[in-house]
């Protein structure tokens, strides 16, 4: 069974930093990229980041470059996501998504991931 548990969200105050970690089990780790996303109330759910270790490929949404890392530990079948200089428009539940392969295209197009996580709350004061 495919599972993707996402873990470290919280409350922070801006300018501080959280780091998110998902959790895959169920799948060939390296045979899948992963993406991080996240959705705002009222809002429609974006792309963050996105990682394929297995072609060593990563990218970021334009709102969070410079400030987000996204990594992968393959011997732990974990990806991270380190988010640091958080600002309050940051704040949102943040997703972990199984890509259905090693190649992803830009746009975080979400009918392009397969699994999703359950979600963690992030949320930054101002």
């Known amino acids: 069974e495919v599972q993707l548990v996402e873990s470290g969200g919280g409350l922070v105050q801006a300018g501080g930093s959280l780091r998110l970690s998902c959790a895959a089990s169920?799948?060939?780790?390296?045979?899948?990229?992963i993406g991080w996303f996240r959705q705002a109330p009222g809002k429609e759910r974006e792309g963050v980041s996105c990682i394929s270790e297995s072609v060593g490929r990563t990218d970021y949404a334009d709102s969070v470059k410079g400030r987000f890392t996204i990594s992968s530990d393959n011997a732990k079948n974990t990806v991270y996501l380190q988010m640091n200089s958080l600002k309050p428009e940051d704040t949102a539940v943040y997703y972990c998504?199984?890509?259905?392969?090693?190649?992803?295209?830009?746009?975080?197009?979400?009918?392009?991931?397969?699994?999703w996580g359950q979600g963690t709350q992030v949320t930054v004061s101002s």
């Open positions: 169920g799948f060939t780790f390296d045979d899948h990229a």
């Open positions: 998504a199984r890509h259905r392969g090693r190649y992803y295209s830009s746009g975080y197009r979400l009918y392009e991931y397969d699994y």
